[in-house]
């Protein structure tokens, strides 16, 4: 099975900033991978698939880049709402596998 | 709007059965392989099992292989989860999500909780 390792667990930063997340895969997944944001209480919600494009709707702030085993969600300038749990998800082979989240804190 | 609904969710002793059920609306449900996912209390997500669009494939994770089966009726647009030998650690939220763009899952539905306890 394909391990998916996101970096970092938590992070906390102010509303403005520039927030890199990475995640890492144990094998090339080429580009299939995406990015979702999870706040309690709601469904996840996609914001990347194909490891750089954008979901119709999503605010531009958010971009992903990478490819290969090497994967990062940035959001350029933080917004209070951006509070939550991210999780990246490689969907190269079955069984599909998730990282084990990166918690924003604003 | 696209929209997933899950339902048969409760509480069930350890080595019973519950079976879920996802009604789908507002796209071409044929057209689309679906997936379960589940998120234990305080734990991340965890991919549970997909059947492509037409029912003819379908993937188990290790965890639930021999336990649980997804099937789906397209003329009702609904994807089932039936899951049998039930454990405590099978306790979880269980989203249905659909294939979407890039292979990602897109959207989800809400969840129907399942608790496995004596």
């Known amino acids: 099975d394909i391990q998916m390792t996101q970096s970092p667990s938590s992070v906390s930063a102010s509303v403005g900033d520039r927030v890199t997340l990475t995640c890492r895969a144990s094998q090339g997944i080429r580009y299939w991978l995406a990015w979702y944001q999870w706040k309690p209480g709601k469904a996840p919600k996609l914001l990347i698939y194909a490891a750089s494009s954008l979901q119709s709707g999503v605010p531009s702030r958010f971009s992903g880049s990478g490819s290969g085993t090497d994967f990062t969600l940035t959001i350029s300038s933080l917004q209070p709402e951006d509070s939550a749990t991210y999780f990246c998800q490689q969907s190269d082979s079955f069984p599909y596998t998730f990282g084990q989240g990166t918690k924003v804190d604003i | 709007q696209v929209q997933l609904v899950e339902s048969g969710g409760g509480v069930v002793q350890p080595g019973g059965s519950l079976r879920l059920s996802c009604a789908a609306s507002g796209f071409t449900f044929s057209s689309h392989g679906m997936h379960w996912v589940r998120q234990a209390p305080g734990k991340g997500l965890e991919w549970v099992a997909f059947i492509r669009f037409d029912g003819t494939d379908k993937f188990y994770a290790d965890s639930v292989k021999g336990r649980f089966t997804i099937s789906r009726d397209n003329d009702k647009n609904t994807v089932d989860l039936q899951m049998n030998s039930l454990k405590p650690e099978d306790t979880a939220i269980y989203h249905c999500?659909?294939?979407?763009?890039?292979?990602?899952?897109?959207?989800w539905g809400q969840g129907a909780l399942v608790t496995v306890s004596t």
């Open positions: 999500a659909r294939v979407a763009l890039g292979m990602a899952l897109d959207p």
